[in-house]
């Protein structure tokens, strides 16, 4: 019944910036944690930030601290990603995912949900 929608990938110039968002419907828990990954061509997913909802927690992966920023419009159920300072590095398909938990966000195998994508492709 949880769907997680992503939007907002594109195609940027390093040193551009995009927003993804992804909104979530059909979620029955009250309290909850959403996270963004990402899965470049021939790598593994990797983590790139979570927020928790009842604790107003936040991280990040070491690779993106400092130029991306996630928030939350909670009333919308949607969890945003701002992407400042691009670069090629950052290119793959980025993932959102919501879980009933709020600890260890960091984890993949947190969650329970996933989006289905959005891809962002920095040139240089």
């Known amino acids: 019944q949880v769907q997680l929608v992503e939007s907002g990938g594109g195609l940027v110039q390093a040193g551009g910036s995009l927003r993804l968002s992804c909104a979530a419907s059909g979620l029955s828990f009250s309290r909850y944690g959403m996270g963004w990954f990402r899965q470049a061509p021939g790598k593994e997913r990797e983590f790139v930030a979570a927020?928790?909802?009842?604790?107003?927690?936040?991280s990040y992966a070491d690779s993106v601290k400092g130029r991306f920023t996630i928030s939350t419009d909670n009333a919308k159920n949607t969890v945003y990603l701002q992407m400042n300072s691009l670069t090629p590095e950052d290119t793959a398909v980025y993932y959102c995912?919501?879980?009933?938990?709020?600890?260890?966000?960091?984890?993949?195998?947190?969650?329970?949900?996933w989006g289905q994508g959005t891809q962002v492709t920095v040139s240089s």
């Open positions: 995912a919501v879980t009933p938990r709020t600890t260890a966000l960091s984890l993949e195998i947190r969650y329970d949900y």
């Open positions: 927020i928790s909802w009842s604790g107003g927690s936040i």
